[in-house]
Structures are given as C-alpha cells and as structure tokens.
C-alpha cells in the first residue's frame, strides 16, 4: 500500500480508538491460542445461557481477496480499545481489519502466489499462505510462509511484516529452500507443502513442511529455526525417510520445554525412519531416535502401506492434575486411522509403547483437536465421520484420564454436518465450557454444545456461510467470533 494510504488507515484506526470505550481484550497470537494448540479461550460473559444470544454481526463487512485456510489472528496493540483481525490469504494477500466493522486498516499484497498448473501436485488453487502466521508480541512482527512464484520457479518464502503497517521488515523475506538446502537439507518448493500453523518459542521461529495433496514426491517432514533478529534459519531437522509429512493444522506444538510434531507416512524403507510418530524435539532441533522421544505404533509399516498418517492431527502437549497435587504430563495425538494415541510426555514409548491407543473414528481424523480441562482428567473434542458412538459426521468428547485400563473413553457425541475444527470457551478457565464448531463443507453454520453434556446452547439462524474449507477453525476474542472464509470474514457477536 502507499505511505499515504497507511498514514490515512492508521488516523482512522487511532479515531475507532479513541471513540470505543469497551475493555480491551488480550491478542491471540497464534494457532488456537496457545503453544500447546488447545483450542481454549476464556471470555468471561459468554455462560451457557449467554450462548443462545450469539448472532451474526451484520455490521462486521469484510472485503478481503483470496481464498483463506489459515486461522485469523487478533492483534490488540497496547492501550488500544480497538484491535485488529489480520487475515492471509492463498493470494498472498495479508490485512488488518478493525475488530468492530471489518474495515482495511492496512493490506499487503506480497509476492505472486502459485497457480496450481505450475505444481506437481495439490488441491489449492493457487497456492500462497495456508498455514496460520504467527505474532511476537514483544515486537509486534507477525510471522508467516508464503509460496510464491519466482523466475527460479516456486520459493517458499518466509516473511515477518510490521503490525503498524504491513509493511515487509528489512532482510526478510527468507528464501526457505536456498536456507535449508544450504545446511544440507533435501528442500524443493515446488514438492514441500506448508499447511501448518508457525510457532514462535523460547525468541525463535519454527516452520514446519510436508507435502502438497497427492504425495508427490521428493520431500520430508521438515521443521526450520529462525532466528528472527538476523533473519536466518539456524537449524533444521528433517525425517530420515522419503515422506514424512508434518501437515496438521497446527503443526507443531510446545510445553514450555520441549517440541513436538506428528509425522505421517514414509516410503521406501524397512526400517524406521521417523513416519507414523509423535517426535520430540528441543531447541536447536536436536533429536534422538530412543524411546524416550519418539511414539510410533507397532504397526507403522501397515499405516505406511495404506497411508493412515498417525499424523492426522498435532500433537498436543497437556496436564492432568490430580486434587491430591500430582500433576500426569501427557501429549495426545489422532490419526488418519481413527485411532487416538496417548502418551506420557516425558517417555514417549518408541514403538508400541503408548500409554492408550483408542478406536475413536471409524474414519480419518485430519482436524485440530481442543481441550477442555478438569480435576483429574480432561475432555478432548475432535470431528469425525463416524464411530461406535455415532453414525454420521459429528463431533465427539473424548474423557481422558492420567491413568487406568480404559484412560481414553468416550463422553458424547453429536451430529454435525461438516469439518471445522472446533474451539472450547469458559468464562474463567473452568465454568461454562461450551465446545464451538463450524459445519464447514457441510451445512455452514456455526454450532455450539454443552462441553459436559453435548447439549446444544445455540442454533445458528443466519444464512449459511459460503466459501468455508474444511479444517476450518473458529477465532474467538472478547466480542466476537471470526470464521475466514473465501474473499470474506464473517463475525458473531455476543449479545450485551
């Protein structure tokens, strides 16, 4: 955008401010707001009575270019009553909304994205942003991958853009593939898929790459550190066999200490070579092969075979406490075979060594898990298309205990006509839990269920929303929810 046109977007965005007189709410900087990708937000008067009154924010109209896949995020700067939904797009387009109407406070058209005819393989058309950016608030610089058409062909390129204004921070962006592959990695563009979601931890940025729909191949699982302050990639690990993929939505996930990712299947070998596993990585990327930092299955080869990626989901990292004090460190991951896979965090197992492995689908599980918790347990909801439980497209509560013969049981299950990942709000962490999903490629309407019970609590009566694609997840803030959509936000307002 012009100078002119930022300077103009900024006095209007500093005139909404200084005319809202409601509370500011916290940012939500990164896939389903937390390192750990739980799905968990707090919004303290959205009570289950509360969310009957949900409605569609007719007065929120966003214009936006591109089809979306990537979560909004929420940027709310210091001492603003107003903040700011930033958006990219597979046009490689990214904005800044204002929060209340949907307003341009700033776009950047970043560099041409790939028309799908110029890849060997995939189902997006065209390719640019996919995986959700990421914010560091410390220095308001959002994070995100973009595949972009270069005269040396498709570059993943990695950018970091000013939250002021859009604009492209000196020395970025990072051409991914000359980086990686000047360490030494096996890195083409063209092959390596970037749906995940960034992560950025411990002051260091983290990519992670498998392959676009229809596996062609060469390419590997691939997770990427960058140092943001010198805008290089200092480290890279990558899965020892071909394939490999890391593609969950939220790719990969941290603890506060470690990381994990999830990988799908590999080829073209016959022993081990890091498919079909939950990973444990630490910064700087080192990794070992011993059972304390790897999960795979006993039959990862049967998985490989018949491309039930373990890796249908991220891994995500959890606590259970106990009211006695003791608190049970756990990762838990749900693959394309329908099964779900606990772990204990800190002794992942190596193979066959899961603490539970649970039949929960009778089909793939590919959309990001959310969790509530409780004393002793938790609850995990997930969409599926079907299990023992119930029949159809629906979304399921799972209970999750530390311990036990049956850790993993089922708690409900209702019927929901499409994909979207859901979300979980409470008004202070523990009250009110109500699970939230959009039927996206189904009905298109927005559901949301009683997270003890299943009961329904709102019944969306707007007009289905157009241009949703599955995986589909929900933002949620203070105000509103947002759900990204083809060419368009959409938002739900709370009633006063």
Same mark, same amino acid.
Request: glycine content about 12%; overall charge negative.
């Given at each position: 955008?012009?100078?002119?046109?930022?300077?103009?977007?900024?006095?209007?965005?500093?005139?909404?401010?200084?005319?809202?007189?409601?509370?500011?709410?916290?940012?939500?900087?990164?896939? &389903?707001?937390?390192?750990?990708?739980?799905?968990?937000?707090?919004?303290?008067?959205?009570?289950?009575?509360?969310?009957?009154?949900?409605?569609?924010?007719?007065? *929120?109209?966003?214009?936006?270019?591109?089809?979306?896949?990537?979560?909004?995020?929420?940027?709310?700067?210091?001492?603003?009553?107003?903040?700011?939904?930033?958006?990219?797009?597979?046009?490689?387009?990214?904005?800044?909304?204002?929060?209340?109407?949907?307003?341009?406070?700033?776009?950047?058209?970043?560099?041409?994205?790939?028309?799908?005819?110029?890849?060997? =393989?995939?189902?997006?058309?065209?390719?640019?942003?996919?995986?959700?950016?990421?914010?560091?608030?410390?220095?308001?610089?959002?994070?995100?991958?973009?595949?972009?058409?270069?005269?040396?062909?498709?570059?993943?390129?990695?950018?970091?853009?000013?939250?002021?204004?859009?604009?492209?921070?000196?020395?970025?962006?990072?051409?991914?593939?000359?980086?990686?592959?000047?360490?030494?990695?096996? *890195?083409?563009?063209?092959?390596?898929?970037?749906?995940?979601?960034?992560?950025?931890?411990?002051?260091?940025?983290?990519?992670?790459?498998?392959?676009?729909?229809?596996? =062609?191949?060469?390419?590997?699982?691939?997770?990427?550190?960058?140092?943001?302050?010198?805008?290089?990639?200092?480290?890279?690990?990558?899965?020892?066999?071909?394939?490999?993929?890391?593609?969950?939505?939220?790719?990969?996930?941290?603890?506060?200490?470690?990381?994990?990712?999830?990988?799908?299947?590999?080829?073209?070998?016959?022993?081990?070579?890091?498919?079909?596993?939950?990973?444990?990585?630490?910064?700087?990327?080192?990794?070992?092969?011993?059972?304390?930092?790897?999960?795979?299955?006993?039959?990862?080869?049967?998985?490989?075979?018949?491309?039930?990626?373990?890796?249908?989901?991220?891994?995500?990292?959890?606590?259970?406490?106990?009211?006695?004090?003791?608190?049970?460190?756990?990762?838990?991951?749900?693959?394309?075979?329908?099964?779900?896979?606990?772990?204990?965090? &800190?002794?992942? /197992?190596?193979?066959?060594?899961?603490?539970?492995?649970?039949?929960?689908?009778?089909?793939?599980?590919?959309?990001?898990?959310?969790?509530?918790?409780?004393?002793?347990?938790?609850?995990?909801?997930?969409?599926?298309? /079907?299990?023992?439980? =119930?029949?159809?497209?629906?979304?399921?509560?799972?209970?999750?205990?530390?311990?036990?013969?049956?850790?993993?049981?089922?708690?409900? =299950?209702?019927?929901?006509?499409?994909?979207?990942?859901?979300?979980?709000?409470?008004?202070?962490?523990?009250?009110?839990?109500?699970?939230?999903?959009?039927?996206?490629? /189904?009905?298109?309407?927005?559901?949301?269920?009683?997270?003890?019970?299943?009961?329904?609590?709102?019944?969306?009566?707007?007009?289905?929303?157009?241009?949703?694609? &599955?995986?589909?997840?929900?933002?949620?803030?203070?105000?509103?929810?947002?759900?990204?959509?083809?060419?368009?936000?959409?938002?739900?307002? *709370?009633?006063?």
């Amino acid at each position: 955008m012009t100078r002119l046109g930022s300077v103009l977007a900024l006095l209007a965005l500093a005139l909404a401010l200084a005319a809202s007189g409601s509370a500011p709410a916290a940012s939500v900087t990164t896939y &389903h707001n937390s390192l750990q990708r739980l799905g968990a937000y707090k919004i303290e008067r959205l009570t289950l009575a509360a969310a009957a009154g949900v409605h569609r924010d007719t007065g *929120f109209n966003a214009s936006i270019s591109g089809n979306v896949y990537a979560q909004p995020l929420y940027w709310q700067p210091e001492g603003a009553k107003i903040g700011l939904i930033i958006v990219a797009t597979e046009s490689n387009s990214v904005y800044a909304l204002n929060e209340a109407t949907g307003a341009i406070v700033w776009q950047n058209q970043l560099a041409a994205s790939v028309p799908l005819a110029q890849l060997p =393989c995939g189902n997006i058309d065209p390719m640019g942003i996919t995986g959700t950016p990421v914010i560091d608030p410390a220095t308001a610089t959002l994070y995100l991958n973009a595949l972009t058409a270069t005269g040396g062909g498709p570059r993943h390129m990695l950018y970091a853009l000013s939250l002021a204004d859009g604009s492209v921070l000196p020395n970025w962006p990072i051409d991914m593939q000359a980086a990686l592959t000047g360490l030494g990695a096996s *890195f083409d563009s063209a092959h390596q898929g970037s749906r995940s979601a960034l992560l950025f931890f411990q002051g260091r940025l983290y990519a992670t790459y498998g392959g676009n729909a229809g596996d =062609c191949q060469p390419y590997h699982g691939t997770v990427a550190q960058v140092a943001p302050a010198t805008a290089t990639v200092e480290a890279y690990w990558q899965t020892r066999g071909a394939r490999g993929g890391i593609w969950a939505q939220g790719g990969i996930a941290g603890d506060g200490q470690d990381l994990f990712v999830t990988t799908g299947n590999t080829s073209g070998t016959t022993d081990w070579a890091d498919g079909e596993a939950i990973v444990r990585l630490v910064p700087g990327l080192a990794h070992s092969t011993k059972p304390r930092d790897n999960f795979v299955p006993a039959n990862w080869q049967d998985l490989d075979a018949s491309d039930k990626d373990l890796g249908g989901t991220e891994a995500l990292p959890f606590d259970i406490k106990s009211s006695g004090g003791t608190v049970a460190q756990r990762v838990i991951a749900f693959g394309k075979d329908g099964n779900a896979y606990l772990a204990d965090r &800190h002794y992942l /197992g190596g193979i066959g060594g899961a603490l539970a492995v649970a039949p929960v689908s009778s089909g793939a599980i590919r959309t990001a898990p959310a969790i509530y918790h409780m004393d002793g347990s938790i609850k995990v909801a997930f969409t599926s298309r /079907g299990s023992t439980q =119930c029949r159809g497209s629906n979304l399921t509560m799972l209970n999750v205990a530390a311990s036990g013969v049956s850790p993993i049981t089922f708690a409900w =299950c209702v019927a929901l006509n499409g994909q979207g990942a859901p979300i979980i709000t409470t008004t202070d962490g523990i009250a009110n839990p109500i699970a939230w999903a959009a039927g996206a490629e /189904g009905d298109n309407l927005l559901h949301g269920f009683d997270a003890m019970t299943g009961a329904s609590v709102f019944t969306d009566t707007a007009p289905a929303m157009t241009g949703l694609h &599955h995986f589909a997840t929900i933002l949620a803030t203070q105000r509103r929810f947002y759900i990204a959509a083809d060419n368009t936000v959409y938002a739900y307002a *709370f009633a006063p």
